[in-house]
Nanobody, 125 residues
Framework: QVQLVESGGGLVQAGGSLRLSCAAS????????MGWFRQAPGKEREFVAA????????SYSDSVKGRFTISRDNAKATVYLQMNNLKPEETAVYYC??????????????????WGQGTQVTVSS
């Protein structure tokens, strides 16, 4: 019954911006911390950003800090990732994931117990 559905991916020029959304259903969204991860071809899945269940705390990978912003709207059961000044090396499938620890911004993918199907982000040079 749990579904996380990402949207907002696509093709963008280097230096451009995209806003990803992840709509959740089948779970008590406000009781989950949420994270974004990405996986480029031939590379391991890596942590991007996380946010606690009430939005009070956030965490970012050093590589995206200052350019990306994670946010959430619990009334809409949706978490967002605003990505600015995108770089070609950030081409990847971006995934959202749910963490049942309400106050965690954990960076380890094993902690997250629900995952979306991913949305492709392609940054051209």
């Amino acid at each position: 019954q749990v579904q996380l559905v990402e949207s907002g991916g696509g093709l963008v020029q280097a230096g451009g911006s995209l806003r990803l959304s992840c709509a959740a259903s089948g779970l008590a969204f406000s009781m989950y911390s949420m994270g974004w991860f990405r996986q480029a071809p031939g590379k391991e899945r890596e942590f991007v950003a996380a946010i606690t269940s009430n939005g009070g705390s956030t965490s970012y990978s050093d590589s995206v800090k200052g350019r990306f912003t994670i946010s959430r709207d619990n009334a809409k059961a949706t978490v967002y990732l605003q990505m600015n000044n995108l770089k070609p090396e950030e081409t990847a499938v971006y995934y959202c994931a749910a963490n049942p620890n309400t106050r965690s911004t954990d960076r380890h993918s094993a902690i997250y117990n629900h995952w979306g199907q991913g949305t492709q982000v392609t940054v051209s040079s």
